[in-house]
């Protein structure tokens, strides 16, 4: 079992840190927990200052300085995922597939053609990248600071109704969503220009993987239903 980098916490050393960060002030060292936190907060509005979702970011860093395990939930995220530009392509492709089964069926659709499906969107030609929050909009909606990419996502049809009479088709997609807040090394060393300059993920940085500071990362979950529907 291995821990993906940036859910690490309290793994690095000042010189160790130095070296990933070499432009970070020798200053941030004697820095406490509380400034770092403040500097975090006092940053964040650059990228969360617009739309429905610009409290998120200060709300995450909040829940951060809680130093807790676990998930974080959010019906604001949630609703940034239900009704994300890169949601609404994952659930069109959905339909394609489960559209294209129907009709080459005959109108059914067994367990096994509903695995073949998924196995497809998975693994095969039409396999699922779903793209996280990386439109123009989530660089000032706190969306890129808040989730960003998705870590994983799980997909389930909880229900299909196909009207033979009028040759029309719907369902439920349920999606389950979760990324981690934390930073690692690549965020910080060959991530954006932005996160190697921005004094905000070099506290960010320090305060999760400093042995001195060692806060916990932790997992962020979006549950949303979408409908889908179309003709056969």
């Not at 000032?140 to 799980?154: D, F, K």
């Not at 349920?174 to 300059?197: N, P, R, Y």
Request: proline share 1%; charged share 30%.
């Amino acid at each position: 079992y291995t821990v993906a980098d940036d859910m690490q916490r309290g793994d690095l050393s000042k010189s160790m840190i130095m070296q990933i960060v070499p432009t970070i002030p020798e200053r941030f060292f004697s820095d406490s927990a509380e400034i770092h936190f403040r500097r975090m907060i006092a940053r964040c509005s650059i990228y969360s200052w617009y739309g429905d979702y610009s409290s998120l970011g200060e709300m995450m860093i909040n829940r951060f300085k809680q130093d807790k395990t676990g998930k974080f939930s959010h019906s604001l995220l949630n609703k940034a995922l239900h009704d994300h530009e890169n949601t609404n392509d994952t659930v069109e492709k959905i339909k394609i597939m489960i559209k294209n089964k129907l009709t080459r069926n005959n109108y059914e659709m067994k367990n096994e053609d509903l695995d073949q499906v998924f196995n497809d969107l998975t693994f095969g030609k039409n396999k699922i990248i779903h793209a996280g929050f990386n439109k123009k909009e989530d660089y000032i909606n706190g969306l890129v600071l808040s989730v960003h990419t998705l870590w994983c996502m799980e997909i389930r049809l909880t229900k299909l109704d196909v009207d033979l009479v009028d040759k029309k088709f719907s369902g439920l997609i349920e999606i389950v969503a979760q990324d981690h807040f934390g930073l690692d090394k690549k965020d910080i060393m060959t991530g954006s220009k932005v996160a190697q300059s921005d004094a905000m993920f070099k506290s960010w940085f320090m305060l999760q993987r400093w042995s001195e500071f060692n806060y916990k990362p932790f997992i962020t979950e979006m549950i949303i239903v979408r409908e889908i529907n179309g003709d056969l």
